[in-house]
């Protein structure tokens, strides 16, 4: 799974440092702009799912943040409150996962 992640990601990097906007007719770059933020709300799909998992990794204490929600605001370039929020997300999705 995670190699699978960082294929994406690279596939991203070589996307985002090949494409030049002005070269796109209008309408293509309302397409890619579109499928961009469809591959962008599964991306913060899968971070809610796994925020409170990793964050029981004590991966946050090691790495010397003060909390989880520290951890992840810096992780992933939020605030305190959008990482708990996230956090929070994640306990509740866990719990309905769990219920079953």
Do not use: C
């Not at 796109?24 to 971070?47: G, I, M, N, P, Y």
């Not at 010397?64 to 999705?93: C, F, K, M, V």
């Amino acid at each position: 799974m995670l190699e699978e992640l960082q294929g994406m990601a690279k596939t991203l990097d070589g996307f985002l440092s090949s494409v030049d906007p002005a070269l796109l007719h209008a309408t293509d770059a309302a397409r890619v702009l579109e499928a961009a933020a469809f591959v962008e709300l599964r991306a913060a799909s899968l971070k809610t799912l796994l925020a409170r998992r990793a964050t029981d990794s004590q991966a946050w204490a090691q790495r010397g943040h003060r909390s989880p929600e520290d951890w992840l605001a810096q992780t992933t370039g939020s605030s305190y409150g959008q990482a708990a929020g996230t956090i929070n997300a994640s306990d509740s999705r866990l719990t309905a996962v769990s219920a079953f």
